[in-house]
């Protein structure tokens, strides 16, 4: 006799689903993380060229490739973005404003 198996729906964010704390934090890093490993890996450089362009120490940058971002803090890994010369722009509006709330537009 079989098991069937057990899926559970995810929310979308696979760090929520796993019950941790933080959750929120580090989905948000794991987004940009993978963002700037995309456009890393479209230059083709080495290690070290790296570790220059991002102004980090190489085994930081061993980390970075390896998707360890919960190693670095959203502003470290948008710095890398606007080292990678990336426009980063942050929408800030209250979760239940309504129509009316207002939005604050934010360029880096």
């Not at 220059?52 to 940058?61: K, N, R």
């Not at 980390?63 to 670095?72: A, P, S, T």
């Amino acid at each position: 006799m079989t098991q069937e198996p057990v899926f559970e729906e995810s929310t979308g964010n696979v760090f929520a689903d796993l019950g941790l704390a933080d959750a929120d934090e580090l989905f948000t890093r794991g987004k940009i993380g993978i963002q700037v490993l995309r456009l890393l890996k479209g230059r083709n450089l080495k290690q070290r060229e790296i570790s220059d362009l991002l102004g980090i120490p190489q085994p930081e940058v061993s980390h970075l490739m390896k998707g360890e971002f919960q190693r670095f803090s959203e502003g470290k890994l948008l710095t890398f973005l606007k080292r990678l010369d990336t426009e980063i722009t942050l929408h800030l509006r209250p979760r239940h404003g309504g129509e009316q709330a207002a939005e604050t537009v934010v360029s880096l």
